[in-house]
């Protein structure tokens, strides 16, 4: 999921899902393209920043250093010369946006000042860029001599005019206040909302379930299982009138191990109500797995967690041995909770299903697209095979899970997925060493299809939930066989 960077090609290709809270992409107004100063960095006379390479990894980059006004300009140039419609993007709507997170943080840290009023926005791209900056500086002279403070408002401000694109495949990765410390700390579980994703857990549909028990951790030294509903927190309600107590959120997602966090469930299998006190721990992050085993009726059950380079080769070689030793009649592929990864991967596994297919178009704001193919040196499976997805399917996933869809290769049961594919991510590196990720095109699919804040439809719905999850039955799993089977 944290790929970041395009790689150019055919079959080459990142998408990752990243920001969840998208609205529509491209929306503002072209009103700098016929002005003298709304032409491009370079015609201001601004540094540009620096395209990463897109033929290979992302490189090693020194440290970020402190964004300072001049990495401000630079990140505004660069969301208008390369963002996907950054030359469609209102400049009065972005800088009014980065204005609007600058005050935010200022008000956040209690040090809202009465000269943050932003004036003077003409949609003219250089005079607009200079009012932002005089009201900025005026207003960072004023503060306290804080290096985390100064950071925090330049990270808002870039932070902010991403926001103003609204799409889900930009961020900014640069420096922060008060990093380091090692990894994050956990309760040894994942926790889950019912029904479809929703960017903000207020919107999600209770109950709030166990979904996964990382061995070994504190929930399962405990006992708690995967289905127990969680009932209280600290004492706190999970669930009034309805809906999901937000503030619970803090205690189950900790940042220090001070405290222990009292949780309270309740096993659908059981009808029991369980209260445990469990001590947060330093998570040791661990790399996903791909994973194949033998299913009912000779099917291959390849479990994907993500879309990382080399997980496609590496389930096509534990199907084919598999087939060395069993007469398969199918492959289920069970991508739930795939974040996303290299789009490369799912389009080799397409392609070990179908050739000569056209799987989809990444089109700029102008409607210049190009295509991607199958790659037709992939062998052949010639095997049936359905996909079981959910709404934690993201980005590269649903690629996979749109192609099998669209192009009628497979069965897709499960749930409708994320809806977070914009488009390939491009990396771009401004003067303080931090990075712009943003898409430059469109993603659509072989007909036309729109999949990005949507989602892929499935064949053949089929939930798994917490009763379900607890009493240890798998309906998605068991539809996808069926249909295998018949």
């Known amino acids: 999921m944290n790929d970041r960077i395009r790689t150019i090609g055919r079959t080459r290709r990142a998408l990752t899902a990243v920001t969840l809270a998208a609205l529509t992409a491209g929306s503002g107004v072209a009103a700098y393209a016929d002005v003298p100063d709304g032409a491009s960095a370079a ?24 964004t300072t006004t001049a990495t401000l300009r630079q990140a505004y140039e660069c969301i208008l010369d390369n963002a996907y419609a950054g030359s469609r993007v209102d400049t009065r709507e972005l800088l009014r946006a980065g204005f609007k997170a600058f005050t935010e943080e200022l008000i956040r840290r209690g040090a809202d000042r009465p000269e943050a ?27 306290p001599q804080d290096a985390d403070l100064r950071q925090a408002l330049a990270g808002a401000v870039i932070n902010g005019m991403l926001s103003a694109l609204h799409d889900n495949h930009v961020r900014w990765d640069g420096f922060r206040p008060g990093g380091g410390g090692g990894g994050p700390f956990s309760l040894g579980f994942l926790e889950s909302a019912s029904g479809r994703f929703t960017p903000q857990f207020a919107d999600a549909a209770p109950p709030l379930y166990v979904k996964l028990v990382k061995a070994g951790g504190p929930a399962d030294l405990a006992g708690l299982k995967p289905g127990d509903v969680l009932v209280a927190v600290n004492g706190v309600p999970v669930e009034v009138n309805g809906r999901i107590t937000t503030g619970v959120m803090e205690w189950l997602h900790p940042k220090s191990d001070r405290d222990a966090v009292k949780v309270t469930v309740k096993r659908p299998s059981t009808d029991e109500t369980l209260s445990v006190d469990l001590r947060p721990y330093r998570r040791t992050p661990a790399l996903p797995a791909v994973a194949v085993t033998l299913l009912p009726g000779n099917v291959a059950g ?22 060395r030793t069993t007469g398969l009649r199918g492959i289920v592929f069970d991508v739930r909770g795939n974040g996303g990864g290299r789009a490369e991967e799912g389009l080799k596994l397409i392609s070990s299903f179908a050739h000569g297919k056209v ?20 062998a052949l499976l010639d095997l049936p095979y359905a996909v079981v997805t959910d709404s934690m399917c993201a980005s590269a996933c649903e690629d996979f899970v749109a192609n099998t869809k669209f192009l009628g290769l497979g069965k897709v049961v499960g749930t409708r997925t994320m809806g977070a594919v914009s488009g390939l991510q ?9 990075v712009l990720i943003m898409p430059t095109t469109r993603h659509h699919w072989a007909n036309g299809e729109v999949v990005d804040e949507i989602g892929v439809p499935v064949d053949h719905p089929a939930e798994r939930t917490a009763e379900d999850l607890s009493d240890g039955r798998d309906p998605a799993l068991d539809k996808a066989l069926s249909l295998l089977a018949s």
């Open 302 to 323: 390849v479990t994907l967690p993500a879309m990382l380079p080399g997980f496609a080769d590496e389930a096509l070689a534990k199907i084919a041995e598999l087939r």
């Open 426 to 434: 491009n990396g771009f590196q401004l003067n303080d060493n931090s």
């Open 117 to 143: 009023t932003l004036a003077g926005l003409t949609g003219r791209r250089d005079r607009d860029w200079k009012a932002f900056a005089a009201t900025y500086q005026r207003v960072t002279d004023a503060l």
């Open 43 to 66: 015609s201001t006379g601004v540094q540009a920043c620096r395209p990463l390479p897109a033929d290979s990894e992302p490189p090693q980059l020194p440290d970020p250093t402190p």
């Open 359 to 378: 799987v989809g178009r990444d089109c700029d704001v102008r409607n210049h697209c190009t295509e991607t193919r199958t790659d037709d040196t992939v």
